[in-house]
Nanobody, 121 residues
């Protein structure tokens, strides 16, 4: 199994910045895409950003420019730098990884427990 542990959430004023980090551990053979999703109360979970093992990135609508995703393949970590935060960015942010535990296994999607980000106006 692969475990994901997030850190870095909290309360910040509008216009401020936060950096989220996520580390994957456990029985890891390889990880393909790592990313961040978020879910606000009453809304569906949505993609914030993801990044492939080769560094290709994908951002949710209107987030590129304020948010930057990065990754350290050697450490199995992914980070999300969030700048110019807005109250509408308030949500639980979840780390996600597509990984496999052996060369013969399929890739599975793993999720962290989530970290709360609250942006006050």
């Amino acid at each position: 199994q692969v475990q994901l542990v997030e850190s870095g959430g909290g309360l910040v004023q509008a216009g401020g910045s936060l950096r989220l980090s996520c580390e994957a551990s456990g029985r890891i053979f390889s990880i393909n895409t790592m990313g961040w999703y978020r879910q606000a109360p009453g809304k569906q979970r949505e993609l914030v950003a993801d990044i492939t093992s080769s560094g290709g990135t994908n951002y949710g609508d209107s987030l590129k420019g304020r948010f930057t995703i990065s990754r350290d393949n050697a450490k199995n970590t992914v980070a999300l730098q969030m700048n110019s935060l807005k109250p509408e960015d308030t949500a639980i942010y979840y780390c996600n990884a597509e990984g496999r535990t052996s060369m013969l296994s399929n890739y599975n999607s793993y999720w962290g427990q989530g970290t709360q980000v609250t942006v006050s106006s």
